[in-house]
């Protein structure tokens, strides 16, 4: 058995000047039509959404615009927050939740490398003063 499928996306537009306005007719094309078709027997998800984010980029958005719907999808109220978090180690993200908790591993690992680093300090010049080095 054999399975063909495939998706389309399409876009019709048309503008028509009306005389008065405080848009300037050199600023709009009078019609546009963008139609997408790719094969989708196979396709994956990231696929899917990277074919839809050609479409919009198409119909005018702008990517920080597509960014914020997409991330919309996974970080809103109605999504569990075990998913949210399954994201965020994918992306090597940290939620608003976690922040604190990330401020003080930083604190504590800076206090470590201090400390180490006064340590070679002070073994730098015992080494030095063994050696008869001022």
């Given at each position: 058995m054999t399975y063909e499928a495939t998706?389309?996306?399409?876009?019709?537009?048309?503008?028509?000047?009306?005389?008065g306005s405080f848009?300037?007719?050199?600023?709009?094309?009078?019609?546009?039509h963008y139609l997408i078709t790719a094969a989708a027997a196979d396709l994956?998800?990231?696929?899917?959404?990277?074919?839809?984010?050609?479409?919009?980029?198409?119909?005018g958005m702008t990517p920080a615009s597509i960014r914020s719907g997409a991330m919309s999808?996974?970080?809103?109220?109605?999504?569990?927050?075990?998913?949210?978090?399954?994201?965020?180690?994918?992306?090597?993200?940290?939620?608003?939740?976690d922040l604190d908790n990330k401020f003080?591993?930083?604190?504590?690992?800076d206090e470590e490398v201090k400390r180490l680093q006064e340590e070679i300090e002070t073994a730098s010049k015992f080494v030095d003063s063994a050696n008869g080095v001022a």
């Open positions: 998706v389309e996306f399409k876009f019709d537009a048309t503008y028509t000047h009306t005389y848009l300037d007719a050199d600023d709009y094309i009078p019609e546009e994956t998800a990231k696929q899917y959404f990277k074919l839809f984010e050609k479409f919009m980029l198409c119909v999808l996974v970080f809103n109220d109605y999504t569990n927050e075990e998913d949210q978090r399954k994201v965020c180690n994918e992306y090597e993200l940290t939620m608003d939740e003080k591993e930083w604190v504590k690992r």
